[in-house]
């Protein structure tokens, strides 16, 4: 079992910058990929971009492509996503999910944590 924890949501203006954090544990991560996909009240939960736990892949969704950063911390077991030049239809409940080869599915979400951008 696998327990994902949220941090770092909150409430910022367009353009302002962002870090949130994923801390994760109960396990050897060994064959999982971490993600961040999101949610928009009204609309379906979105991939934002993924990192492989081991290996030194990482993908992004276009839409955040060149704004937002993923990475990892093996020292801590925390996945994060920095993200810059925010905007307003980036506001939405980020969760952070973990994938596992063995399975070929996200098997474990964390609980969200919300981010909203006015303008």
């Known amino acids: 079992q696998v327990q994902l924890v949220e941090s770092g949501g909150g409430s910022v203006q367009a353009g302002d910058s962002l870090r949130l954090s994923c801390a994760a544990s109960g396990r050897s991560f060994s064959g999982y990929m971490f993600a961040w996909f999101r949610q928009a009240p009204g609309k379906e939960r979105d991939f934002v971009a993924a990192?492989?736990?081991?290996?030194?892949?990482?993908y992004y969704s276009d839409s955040v492509k060149g704004r937002f950063t993923i990475s990892k911390d093996h020292a801590m077991n925390t996945v994060n996503l920095q993200m810059s030049s925010l905007k307003p239809e980036d506001t939405a409940v980020y969760y952070c999910?973990?994938?596992?080869?063995?399975?070929?599915?996200?098997?474990?979400w964390g609980q969200g944590t919300q981010v909203t951008v006015s303008s």
């Open positions: 990192i492989s736990w081991r290996g030194n892949g990482a």
């Open positions: 999910a973990a994938y596992r080869d063995s399975t070929d599915r996200y098997d474990y």
